[in-house]
């Protein structure tokens, strides 16, 4: 029977959907489409993710608790902690959002870009105070790098395979409008070292103007397609 609410099909005897979960009622029409069953490889993969994350937690939770009792107990001024919680933050989102994921591209390296950068933040919290001379390297340097790095990989991954794989254009674009970041943050007076943003900046605005320049019309194609316009 068709469901009334979501418009798919099913042919077992359910009495409520799937897909939306709501009542189902016969309506006496034939059913020529059916939901797709639940497959064992599906359930597998399902079962899997799961295990993953309960074993990753539950060692995780053992190593942080552990490092968190060692810090505040032997160096309670360096809260060295921080950055334990992040590396197993950014390795469990690694596998959950980069590995494990279906997502597309551009979400992918926007996580890491995100994790690494939390990261490093945590880093960059400890040794400030440990330091005479204050500086914001994360911003400086490290956020402008990694942005460039990943248009770079992106921009050239693209350039190579977008005719078979066009929805790189796509991820490009965003992940190139993405690495305006660093230019917007030091108009903002937030990056005090230009030097890095100007590169970063360059890569971007050259990956921009060169996908547009001479695939505009698979560029549009593909946001057409993916946005519905």
Same mark, same amino acid.
């Given at each position: 029977?068709?469901?009334?609410?979501? /418009?798919?099909?099913? +042919? #077992? #005897?359910? @009495?409520?959907?799937?897909? %939306?979960?709501?009542? &189902?009622? +016969?309506?006496g029409k034939p059913?020529?489409?059916?939901?797709?069953? @639940?497959?064992?490889?599906?359930?597998?993969?399902?079962?899997?993710?799961?295990?993953?994350?309960?074993?990753?937690?539950?060692?995780?939770?053992?190593?942080?608790?552990?490092?968190?009792?060692?810090? !505040?107990?032997?160096?309670?001024?360096?809260?060295?902690?921080?950055?334990?919680?992040?590396? &197993? !933050?950014?390795?469990?989102?690694?596998?959950?959002?980069?590995?494990?994921?279906?997502?597309? &591209?551009? *979400?992918?390296?926007?996580?890491?870009?995100?994790m690494i950068t939390?990261?490093?933040? =945590?880093?960059?919290?400890?040794?400030?105070?440990?330091?005479?001379?204050?500086?914001?390297?994360?911003?400086?340097?490290?956020?402008?790098?990694?942005?460039?790095?990943?248009? !770079?990989? *992106?921009?050239?991954?693209? =350039?190579?395979?977008?005719? @078979?794989?066009?929805?790189?254009?796509? #991820?490009?674009?965003?992940?190139?409008?993405? /690495?305006?970041?660093?230019?917007?943050?030091?108009?903002?007076?937030?990056?005090?070292?230009?030097?890095?943003?100007?590169?970063?900046?360059?890569? %971007?605005?050259?990956? !921009?103007?060169?996908?547009? =320049?001479?695939?505009?019309?698979?560029?549009? =194609?593909?946001?057409?397609?993916?946005?519905?316009?």
């Amino acid at each position: 029977m068709r469901c009334k609410y979501c /418009g798919i099909n099913v +042919d #077992d #005897d359910s @009495k409520i959907c799937p897909l %939306c979960h709501e009542i &189902l009622e +016969d309506d006496g029409k034939p059913v020529n489409e059916n939901f797709p069953p @639940k497959t064992a490889a599906s359930a597998k993969n399902r079962d899997s993710r799961f295990s993953f994350s309960n074993i990753y937690i539950a060692v995780a939770a053992v190593i942080f608790f552990s490092c968190l009792g060692l810090n !505040l107990g032997l160096t309670p001024d360096v809260l060295w902690f921080t950055v334990v919680f992040a590396v &197993l !933050l950014y390795g469990y989102l690694t596998v959950v959002n980069t590995v494990m994921s279906s997502s597309s &591209l551009w *979400l992918k390296i926007f996580w890491q870009i995100v994790m690494i950068t939390l990261v490093l933040w =945590a880093a960059q919290s400890v040794l400030n105070p440990l330091m005479e001379e204050r500086n914001n390297w994360l911003a400086d340097y490290a956020l402008p790098i990694l942005l460039t790095i990943s248009v !770079l990989a *992106l921009g050239i991954t693209a =350039a190579c395979l977008f005719h @078979k794989e066009p929805s790189l254009l796509v #991820d490009n674009l965003i992940i190139s409008l993405i /690495g305006l970041v660093p230019i917007i943050l030091y108009a903002a007076d937030v990056i005090d070292v230009l030097a890095p943003t100007i590169v970063c900046t360059v890569v %971007c605005a050259i990956s !921009l103007i060169g996908f547009i =320049a001479f695939a505009r019309e698979e560029l549009w =194609a593909e946001i057409v397609r993916r946005f519905h316009f």
